[in-house]
């Protein structure tokens, strides 16, 4: 019997993740989200901010008590900020987003200047959410029109929409 099952998974990986056990031949996968990728740029910017910011911050209260504190925080929300870029697909991960904007800003205690940055990231942050949810729309809408296009051009083509999620 373990002849058999390898001959049936042969050119197969042993462990499939759930989209490769679903892939069927002739089917397309829908377009990757623009949103997550525009989001993923913003919060990856501000990693960088916030490392840039601790050292700054460290090195104009590197007498006080609290500038290794300041330091570590801000390579703690740095860290934060890239590993929010990897939960952007699930619904909790822009939430999580939004509260380190809130965070960012809050760094202008600190150094008032961060109060200005702090506003302009936002507004990258909540234009990159929201032109990314239009533009996602958008896309899908016309990935589901060619695959209909596709679809009836093609009479023995399997419909593939209702094997696809849709992402907002």
């Not at 197969?12 to 490769?20: D, G, L, S, V």
């Not at 999580?96 to 809130?102: A, D, E, F, K, N």
Request: aromatic share 14%; hydrophobic share 50%.
């Amino acid at each position: 019997m373990a002849g058999q099952d390898d001959d049936a998974r042969a050119g197969r990986p042993r462990r499939e993740t759930r989209a490769q056990r679903e892939w069927r031949p002739g089917m397309t996968r829908p377009p990757r989200s623009v949103r997550v990728m525009f989001a993923s740029a913003v919060l990856s910017l501000e990693a960088l901010l916030m490392f840039f910011y601790g050292l700054m911050a460290w090195g104009l209260h590197q007498n006080e008590w609290f500038a290794w504190w300041l330091f570590g925080g801000s390579l703690v929300v740095s860290a934060l900020l890239i590993l929010t870029c990897a939960v952007l697909t699930r619904p909790w991960g822009y939430w999580m987003g939004w509260i380190l904007q809130g965070v960012i800003i809050a760094g202008g205690v600190f150094e008032p200047f961060m109060y200005f940055v702090g506003v302009m990231f936002l507004a990258c942050w909540w234009y990159a959410v929201v032109k990314g949810r239009q533009l996602d729309r958008e896309k899908m809408e016309r990935w589901r029109a060619e695959e209909r296009l596709a679809a009836e051009a093609e009479p023995g083509r399997p419909e593939t929409e209702h094997m696809h999620r849709e992402e907002s």
